[in-house]
């Protein structure tokens, strides 16, 4: 037990010393950037989003009524049941029908690789409904992704976080590769284990999109499968700090975050005993020193205080509470719970999204 400590511990302070080093490197928009002079094409899919798609878009309309060039706001209505479609017209969009997804695809892809097909824009900018963005989040957005030569930017939006589900789970999105990923290396890498990407809010060139096959069909995490094709084909892409451009609140409560995590965690990480190592290692990272400093262990607190200040200096750069990362090794085991509970409902079949499952179809 004391060499599990002590190597935790050591772990822990290793992944501050990159939380550190990527606040230094880590990309952000200028909110100052010009209006871009190239065709964009704001890309929105949702599927019963009647309560979010209205703000989404004014949102959106309000980030680029004044550019010399106007681009084009499309809303892909996947097949809602309630009034989807009718609020994102009222808010100003042009809107596609959707249609099912053919065999072999899942719902959100097959729906951004009709969104995409519809333009001819230069830039696409994939941004989902429940994502509000600021007035000079686009521009800033697309400048961010000229100005860096990427082929692919997703600035990672503010997470709002209100209840005790939420700022336990929330602020582990940027925290986590904010803390394991070395930016650096991973926007150059074309190695997949490298790569980290946020949906929420995402620019691609439309040329690169479309050399590379656009977003793969059968993907549950389909903003890190499109950048990891991406770089199959050659291109380049990374996360950023959009915490000034565009916030989003995920979940409203404990059981939708629980059922957003539930569908999604399984595919995080590969397969199942990929899965198990990399929460085994959390664990030894930042759990383990906890429950060493709570027995007195010098080693296990110098470990403990290591993650929360990597923890700590994430949240302060991404708006989440500083003072929650007191309790990161809780946070820690929730993630492992989620993803426990991913994995059961991958096996029993029952993994289902706004009423579809979470497979594709067979081809």
Known sequence: MRAAVTVGSILAGASLALTVDNLRRVRVPDPAAAPPRERVAVLVPARDEQEQIGGCVRALR???ERWPVPAEILVLDDG??????????EAGARVLDGAPPPPGWLAKPWACRRLADATRADVLVFVDADVRVARHGLAATVDLLRRSGLDLVCPHPHQLAVTPAERL???LLAWSWLATLPLGIAERSPRPMLTAA???????????????GGHPRAAVLDDIALLRTLKRHGFRGVVADGTGVASCRMYRDGQELRAGYTKSLWAAFGTRPRAGAVIALLGLVHVV???AALGGSRVGLAGYLAGVAS???????TGARVADAVAHPVSV????????????ARRAGTLRWRGRPVTPAAA
Do not use: I, M
């Open 62 to 64: 309000a980030a680029v």
């Open 80 to 89: 809602s049941t309630d009034a989807t479609a009718a609020h994102a017209r």
């Open 169 to 171: 789970v929330q602020p």
């Open 198 to 212: 946020n949906g929420q809010l995402l620019a691609v060139d439309a040329r690169a999109y479309r050399a590379a």
């Open 289 to 291: 020193p906890a429950v």
């Open 311 to 317: 923890r700590a200096l994430a949240a302060r750069r």
């Open 333 to 344: 085991l929730v993630l492992a719970a989620l993803t426990a509970d991913s994995w059961r």
